[in-house]
Each structure stands twice: as structure tokens, then as C-alpha cells.
């Protein structure tokens, strides 16, 4: 990005303000659902300050995941919040001391980063050179799945384990709530059944184009988290399917691939997470694959709630 | 000032307007919302401290992070909503010796 | 050169739409007149930006896949506006009339 000239300097101006005057809406308004209904709006326009950006990648993964499956959580849960409990005023009861010392120390801390995004000099060329140089040897095209499949394996491999973590976490504290199923309404069955199929190639396709453009793993995982949400919003008895040994082996299927994929080039190598060159692409597929598999249901279990009951327990 | 420095101050002003959300609000699930919003404002001040032309590392840690977001986020949901059934206010209790 | 202006034209043809559709969900009464607004909006405005942005397209495929993305999002604008009347009808929300 150049420096700043006419009207796309005047486009990057308006959004940054619409996107800090959401944010600011979103936390000050007293209705509960009016504040997420904002958040969303939020993170879509966050989605189109990534494509400002330059990171197609992170678009797509915030659209998706940013604004679409963290407000379904948000909403779900204010839905499932019991009527009487009050809806907090927005934070009017608290002291006028604490505001004001909450404010000068978020004045402070937020001067201390202005400050820092201006002065900050780069000491050292980054790595950023030393990915593209690279990029050949990856077995991808894509720099951010290389990076994330690749050359940085190892905070994947976390992230699978932090988000099977939070699912456990999720499962430990109780059932999943009663599923308000109210009649089946043919529109919402109908749009199901209509966006299931499309949704599942569309997973696939990004699955497969994040090789070489901007997708990949977490975009692919994100859409068929959605299938799974639109799924259990129209009313599909999925209790079944989501408490079979099958749906936890799909759980663990993400993380267990790469811990088996981490041990083997352990042992082979010596060194961990390092592909052979010739067979990199390929073992970042499957990886991937493994990925988005466990990246779909872990966040339709997430959306879920609670541990899934089976037919014959409720 | 190029587009990524203006996207990083508005990172900036996210991280401040979430951070005061978070200390003032009592209701938890608008603290959920402020957490959400002061990690946006983040990742919008690691991408945009990039600088000009795309760089692959911040943006791989960046989609890392919001998908750890959205699992912290669904976590703290589901600890909200079990506080509520067993207290019945979505409040964290206040201290005992408060005046309030 | 033609396909640039053209371009321009069908997109501030499609943002004039989005104005109108804004401006119904701010002044209409109520929740029904409000949900026509914006799905009137949302088909034509997001055809006319999807046409022109189509203009500029690389090959058939990126073409087509704008066509599928306005089809996506006139499907899923439909029946959300069909569910969300539906619900506002069983709620009891006031219809406003004349």
C-alpha cells in the first residue's frame, strides 16, 4: 500500500471510523441484542478492513469466524441468558472513580501504542523475506499456509490443541440445553437442505485452493462449522450423530494428526515438524484435511453448548 | 501516514475502547464483547505494524488468533451461562465489605 | 476504458439501491415495510454492483462466481426475511396501517 492518495485514502478513513464508531456502539448501547447485532456488523467491517490490508486470508477467516460463528455464539447464549436476570446498565453503577481511573490508564496505554505505531523502526529485515525465498521449498504456493502448515507447524499444532481444549472446557461445565425445536419450519429445513451440499463443496474447494490462493484449513473448517449451526438451527436431530464414537474420532482427528505427524519427523528427522521437501505438499494436504474435519465439528460442537445427550439418555 | 498506519491506530483506539468496555461494564457478557473487540483492535496493530506489502507471518498469527478468539470466547460463554444458573445474576459477585 | 465507466455506473447504480434500502430500514414503521426495504436492497442493488464488478473479471469462472455469490445472498436475504416476519407475526408486533 502507498502512501495514502485520494479516494482510497478517503475509503481507508471512512472505514477505520466506521469501524471504531461500531465498536464504540456495540459496547455502549444499553439492549443486549442491539450489542451483538453491532458486533457483527463490526466484524464484517473488519472483514473488508483485512481485504484493505492485503490479507485475503484473514478475510475470509474473520467473516467466517469473526463476525459469523462468534455472533451465533453471542446470540445463543443471550438467548439461553434467563429472563429475569437483569440486563446490566452499561456499566452506570460503577464508581466514578474506577471510570475515571480506567480511563486515564486506557488513555495512557492507548497513547503509549499510538506512539509506538509511529516510531517503531524495523532493526532487522524480518523473516517476511526469508518466507517468499522459501516458498519454493514449501511444497505451497499460498505464503500464510506455508507459514501456518510449514514453517510455523508448531503454533498449528497448538491451536488444535487449544481448540479441542475449549471444547472440553465447554463439555466440562454441563449438557447441552434443552433444543428448543419449535415445529420444523419449512423454510429454514428448505434453505438447509438446499445450502448443505453447496456448503460442503465450498469447504472442499477452499480446502483444496489453499494451496495456491488465498483459502485454506481454518477458512474450509469455519464453513463446515456454519453447516453444522445452520444444521442444529433447523431443527436436524443430530444427537445421534454428535454423541457417536464417530463425532469424537472426527474431534481428534485435527490434533492427532499433527502429534502423529509431529512424533514421525521426530523420529525420522530428528527435527520436529520438518517435511521432506519432495512429499511437503502432499503431507500438508492431509494435514489439512485432518484439520478442517476437526476444525468443523469442534466448532459446531462449540455452538452446541454443552456435553450431546443420546437419544436414549434424555 | 500509509494505509497500514492508519489501520493500526484504529487497532489503537479498538484496543482502548475494549479495555475500558472490559474494566467498567459489570454485565459479563458485554465484558465477552469487549475481550472480542480489544483482540480485533490487536490483530489490527500486528498486521498493520507489518507495513507496506503483504506479510505472511503476521497474518498467519493473526488467523491463529482468531480462531483462538471464537474457542475463548465460546469457553467464557459457557462460564457465563453455568454462573448464571447456579447464582442467577450474570454479574460477577461483588465483594462482601463493598458498600455498593 | 468503456468497461471501467460502465463499471462505475452499474455500482453507484447498485450503492444508490443501498441508499434507498437504508433509508426504508431507518424511516419505515414497521418491521414488515422495514424487512421489504431491504430485501428490495439487497437483490437489485447487489446485482447491479455484481454486473458491473463482473465487467472486470479475469474469465468465466470469476464471473460466475459472482453470479453465485448474488444468488447466495438473495437466497439467504429471502428466508431470513420470510423467518424474521414470521416470528414477528407470532410475537404479536403491530402492523402498521394507513
Known amino acids: 500500500m502507498e502512501t495514502m492518495t485520494g479516494l482510497t485514502g478517503l475509503f481507508d478513513v471512512f472505514l477505520s471510523a466506521g469501524l471504531l464508531w461500531l465498536a464504540w456502539q456495540a459496547l455502549a448501547s444499553t439492549d443486549l441484542f442491539r450489542a451483538i447485532v453491532l458486533f457483527i456488523s463490526f466484524g464484517l467491517l473488519m472483514a473488508l478492513a483485512w481485504a484493505r490490508l492485503g490479507a485475503p486470508d484473514i478475510a475470509l477467516a474473520e467473516a467466517a469466524i469473526g463476525a459469523g460463528l462468534t455472533g451465533a455464539l453471542l446470540l445463543s447464549a443471550l438467548a439461553r441468558l434467563p429472563r429475569d436476570v437483569p440486563a446490566g446498565d452499561a456499566g452506570c453503577r460503577t464508581a466514578f472513580v474506577v471510570r475515571v481511573l480506567a480511563?486515564?490508564?486506557?488513555?495512557?496505554?492507548?497513547?503509549?501504542?499510538?506512539?509506538?505505531?509511529?516510531?517503531?523502526?524495523p532493526v532487522a529485515p524480518g523473516p517476511g523475506n526469508a518466507v517468499i525465498e522459501q516458498l519454493e521449498a514449501s511444497g505451497v504456493g499460498n505464503p500464510v499456509t506455508a507459514v501456518l502448515l510449514n514453517f510455523r507447524g508448531y503454533d498449528t499444532l497448538l491451536e488444535m490443541a487449544v481448540l479441542l481444549l475449549a471444547l472440553l472446557g465447554v463439555w466440562s461445565l454441563g449438557v447441552e440445553a434443552e433444543q428448543q425445536v419449535t415445529g420444523a419450519d419449512p423454510v429454514l429445513d428448505g434453505l438447509a437442505r438446499l445450502l448443505l451440499p453447496l456448503l460442503i463443496l465450498v469447504a472442499a474447494y477452499l480446502l483444496w485452493v489453499g494451496a495456491h490462493a488465498p483459502g485454506g484449513a481454518f477458512q474450509a473448517g469455519s464453513v463446515l462449522g456454519a453447516a453444522g449451526v445452520l444444521l442444529l438451527l433447523a431443527g436436524w436431530?443430530?444427537?445421534?450423530?454428535?454423541?457417536?464414537?464417530?463425532?469424537?474420532?472426527?474431534?481428534v482427528a485435527g490434533p492427532a494428526a499433527f502429534v502423529a505427524m509431529a512424533v514421525t519427523t521426530l523420529l525420522i528427522e530428528g527435527r520436529l515438524l520438518e517435511f521432506p521437501q519432495a512429499q511437503a505438499g502432499m503431507l500438508i494436504f492431509v494435514l489439512e484435511a485432518c484439520a478442517t474435519l476437526s476444525i468443523g465439528a469442534t466448532l459446531a460442537a462449540l455452538y452446541l453448548g454443552g456435553i450431546p445427550q443420546a437419544e436414549d439418555d434424555a | 501516514m500509509t494505509a497500514a498506519d492508519l489501520y493500526a491506530l484504529a487497532g489503537v483506539g479498538l484496543v482502548g475502547l475494549g479495555l475500558y468496555a472490559l474494566i467498567v461494564h459489570a454485565h459479563l457478557l458485554r465484558k465477552i464483547l469487549a475481550i472480542n473487540v480489544t483482540g480485533s483492535g490487536i490483530f489490527l496493530v500486528l498486521v498493520g505494524l507489518s507495513g507496506t506489502g503483504p506479510d505472511a507471518i503476521p497474518q498467519a498469527m493473526v488467523i491463529t488468533g482468531i480462531v483462538v478468539a471464537v474457542s475463548a470466547t465460546a469457553l467464557a460463554l459457557a462460564l457465563m451461562l453455568r454462573l448464571t444458573a447456579l447464582s442467577g445474576q450474570a454479574e460477577l459477585p461483588q465483594d462482601p465489605d463493598d458498600a455498593h | 476504458m468503456l468497461t471501467d465507466v460502465l463499471t462505475v455506473v452499474l455500482s453507484l447504480a447498485g450503492c444508490a439501491f443501498f441508499l434507498a434500502g437504508t433509508l426504508g430500514l431507518l424511516r419505515f414503521p414497521d418491521v414488515f415495510t422495514r424487512l421489504h426495504a431491504l430485501t428490495k436492497a439487497d437483490n437489485l442493488g447487489l446485482g447491479l454492483v455484481v454486473a458491473g464488478l463482473a465487467l472486470q473479471a479475469d474469465s468465466w469462472a470469476i464471473v460466475g462466481k459472482l453470479l453465485l455469490i448474488w444468488l447466495l445472498v438473495m437466497l439467504a436475504g429471502a428466508s431470513v426475511a420470510n423467518l424474521v416476519s414470521r416470528r414477528a407475526l407470532d410475537k404479536g408486533l403491530p402492523v402498521w396501517k394507513r
Not at chain 1, 480511563?103 to 523502526?121: D, E, K, P, R, Y
Not at chain 1, 436431530?237 to 474431534?251: D, G, P
Open chain 1, 103 to 121: 480511563w486515564l490508564a486506557t488513555m495512557g496505554l492507548a497513547s503509549t501504542l499510538a506512539w509506538v505505531v509511529f516510531h517503531l523502526q
Open chain 1, 237 to 251: 436431530r443430530l444427537r445421534a450423530a454428535m454423541s457417536s464414537a464417530w463425532m469424537r474420532a472426527v474431534l
